[in-house]
T-cell receptor, first 112, second 116 residues
Framework: GQQLNQSPQSMFIQEGEDVSMNCTSS?????WLWYKQDPGEGPVLLIA?????ELTSNGRLTAQFGITRKDSFLNISASIPSDVGIYFC????????????FGQGTTLQVKP | EPEVTQTPSHQVTQMGQEVILRCVPI?????FYWYRQILGQKVEFLVS????????KSEIFDDQFSVERPDGSNFTLKIRSTKLEDSAMYFC??????????????FGSGTRLTVV
């Protein structure tokens, strides 16, 4: 079945630094979503990407939908302590039922 | 902002018991989902539901699992005879449109199920 590989698995950075994480797949996705999950909470949508090559920003977050439709990256600029959490990429599966396939997650820790 | 509401937030049950996890999706949404997240792992798709029937289910969603939308507002996940490995966070999600757009794909805060 379709799978996503997300990297890095974890990051420990200093406040103010920029962060980049990415997801790759061997198969094509038509939509990429980036979520953040805080402890004990459900995933919260950060950015949605619908077109190959699309570059979208949401405040300090920027994400791109790879031109091959097999990858996506998320950048966070000027990180702050509240950026701490787990970031997941998710691809919309090919079945058209709305099934999301998630990456393994990137755990981000920010040192003040 | 509209929310997906899940109850209870935490459920402890004995192995072999039946549990029902409840969700109230966003009111005008048409597509409903259950996902599972074992502690420390990624979120995994269980089942999608549209027009009062299952539209897709994963290998995890075996005969012990069932879903229902009994009254037009609630969406439930039942596990008939729980096993230790069913211990996980269960997330409900809903969206207005499936397919390419998936606008407003919203997750609830989850139910932590602990099977002892």
């Amino acid at each position: 079945g379709q799978q996503l590989n997300q990297s890095p698995q974890s990051m420990f950075i200093q406040e103010g630094e920029d962060v980049s994480m990415n997801c790759t797949s061997s198969s094509i996705f038509n939509t990429w979503l980036w979520y953040k999950q805080d402890p004990g909470e459900g995933p919260v949508l950060l950015i949605a990407l619908y077109k190959a090559g699309e570059l979208t920003s949401n405040g300090r977050l920027t994400a791109q939908f790879g031109i091959t439709r097999k990858d996506s990256f998320l950048n966070i600029s000027a990180s702050i302590p509240s950026d701490v959490g787990i970031y997941f990429c998710a691809g919309l599966g090919s079945s058209n039922t709305g099934k999301l396939i998630f990456g393994q997650g990137t755990t981000l820790q920010v040192k003040p | 902002e509209p929310e997906v509401t899940q109850t209870p937030s935490h459920q402890v049950t004995q192995m072999g018991q039946e549990v029902i996890l409840r969700c109230v999706p966003i009111s005008n949404h048409l597509y409903f989902y259950w996902y599972r997240q074992i502690l420390g792992q990624k979120v995994e798709f269980l089942v999608s539901f549209y027009n009062n029937e299952i539209s897709e289910k994963s290998e995890i969603f075996d005969d012990q699992f069932s879903v229902e939308r009994p009254d037009g507002s609630n969406f439930t996940l039942k596990i008939r005879s729980t096993k230790l490995e069913d211990s996980a966070m269960y997330f409900c999600a809903s969206t207005l449109i499936s397919g390419r757009g998936s606008y407003g794909y919203t997750f609830g805060s989850g139910t932590r199920l602990t099977v002892v």
